[in-house]
């Protein structure tokens, strides 16, 4: 089978097509087209990114996509990391904490004074030779604030809850603003690609999910996240961010990154 980069540039010429032409028609550099007709990998930014713009050159060629990069990660591609440490679960068999000992609660001081005073004049009763005293003369009211304290103090705590719960955002909103030509992957809760991997150099309208997923291919970007400007640290090498309702953006490593492949 021939090599990946002259099957590129031998449809290319065969074609009559000049690489500024699928530069301006695949927003793929013409630096970058020139590295996929001569496999130089090392000038891409990744395996990733070879792999996306691979895919993009050959539809654009006629090709099919799928046998190329096929060919690629059989080649030239070496697994990752992420793709040879297998995942951990978590073993599940915690033992659950037992709660401390409390303290003695107050209506049992309260029963215990309660039954003193009981005994102390049935005794006066018996010594004295009086009228042995009633029953509402003997049984004490509780005090109100005892029975009510704990109720009042429980609805104080849901209500609380309620409004936390109602005040926190449902969804977080991006919009991204590219300061030059930036690769950009994004997706959503659900791992569907809002934007599939595309080059862009405009801005673009506002994404809003319960979480998104970006990664960059540089640095020359600004993101809009709930209205805020969020600066992304200039960079030669994509970089990854996760967003969430009400949270700061949270960097992402390299293997967690999304890659719309």
């Known amino acids: ?65 799928k046998v190329l990069v096929e060919e690629y990660k059989q080649r030239f591609e ?48 018996k010594l004295g030779g009086d009228d042995d005293p009633t029953e509402a003369e003997l049984t004490p009211t509780p005090p109100p604030a005892q029975t009510a ?3 009042r103090a429980g609805e104080r705590r849901r209500d609380r809850e309620r409004r936390e719960r109602a005040a926190t955002p449902k969804t977080v909103a991006l919009q991204i603003v590219p300061e030059a030509e930036v690769y950009v992957c994004l997706e959503d809760a659900a791992g569907e ?6 080059i862009l150099t405009e801005q673009t309208e506002t994404f809003k999910a319960r979480r998104l997923r970006v990664t960059f291919g540089n640095g020359e ?19 990854g961010f996760e967003l969430r309702p009400g949270e700061e953006p949270r960097s992402l490593p390299a293997d967690a990154q999304p890659t719309c492949a």
């Open 1 to 65: 089978m021939a090599d990946i980069g002259s099957t590129l540039r031998d449809t290319r010429m065969r074609e009559r097509i000049d690489i500024t032409t699928v530069e301006s028609a695949t927003k793929i550099r013409a630096k970058y087209l020139r590295a996929l007709e001569n496999e130089e990998w090392d000038q891409l930014p990744g395996p990733t990114f070879v792999r996306t713009f691979l895919r993009t050159y050959a539809e654009y060629l006629g090709l099919d996509p």
């Open 78 to 125: 070496r697994p990752g990391p992420q793709d040879l440490t297998p995942f951990s679960t978590r073993s599940g068999g915690g033992r659950r904490l037992q709660r401390p000992p409390r303290g003695v609660p107050p209506w049992a001081a309260v029963g215990v004074l309660v039954l003193l005073l009981l005994v102390a004049l049935f005794g006066l009763g």
């Open 149 to 151: 304290g704990p109720e």
């Open 193 to 198: 690609a809002l934007i599939a991997g595309e």
């Open 221 to 239: 970007v600004i993101m809009r996240v709930d209205g805020q400007s969020v600066s992304v640290e200039d960079s030669d090498v994509p970089v």
